[in-house]
């Protein structure tokens, strides 16, 4: 299993490692055949509060052949998020994830380049809830059925609410590459 995780300029540190470390553990402590690829527009993206982070692939090197899903960490817009997030090449990344049935897992406003490419058009799916639900107003706004809840699963596609969700869609990703039962190992030995 293969795991593309995309990296929009400005994305959140803690949402992004919640993939790394979920299928990190399941790969070298349990054996689990996933291995984890991180992708942005260009070698090098810089995360919210400035943190620079280089990626192993850019996105114009990726077929979505070789992977089995696609994660998008959400990010602030203070530091750019939606300049990347909201890109063509993206959007296209996206809608060919889900043409072909690959799991799509966003935490947090991850969702909302997935609501952009109009995927989530008449689907349920939830994203950052606080601050007057301003950004569940944008996702709907793309057509998708708000569902105020942590995490939400719509087919082949998760959403999340916030930040703190970021192991909980990691590790239900997990689930549906593999099974309950290697999910549960992992869970349970980073303590969740």
């Not at 400035?50 to 052949?65: A, G, R």
């Not at 696609?70 to 909201?86: R, W």
């Not at 063509?88 to 991850?110: Q, S, Y």
Request: hydrophobic residues 45%; contains cysteine; charged residues 25%.
């Amino acid at each position: 299993m293969r795991v593309l995780v995309f990296l929009a300029k400005g994305f959140e540190t803690i949402e992004f490692s919640g993939f790394i470390d979920v299928m990190g553990w399941a790969k070298t402590d349990f054996d689990c055949d996933v291995e984890v690829v991180t992708c942005g527009l260009n070698e090098k993206v810089i995360s919210s509060f400035n943190i620079p982070v280089l990626v192993d692939k850019t996105i114009d090197e990726i077929s979505v052949d070789e992977y089995d899903a696609l994660a998008i960490p959400g990010g602030f817009e203070v530091f750019g998020f939606y300049e990347e997030a909201y890109n063509e090449k993206l959007l296209d990344l996206i809608r060919l994830f889900d043409t072909r049935k690959k799991w799509i897992a966003t935490v947090c406003v991850g969702a909302l380049p997935v609501g952009k490419s109009g995927v989530l058009k008449d689907r349920k799916a939830t994203t950052y809830h606080l601050n007057g639900a301003v950004k569940q107003r944008v996702l709907q706004s793309f057509g998708a059925i708000i569902v105020n809840e942590p995490i939400v699963v719509d087919d082949n596609i998760i959403t999340s609410y916030g930040p703190q969700t970021a192991p909980g869609v990691a590790l239900l990703l997990l689930e549906k590459l593999t099974s309950r039962h290697e999910m549960s190992l992992v869970k349970e030995a980073m303590g969740f």
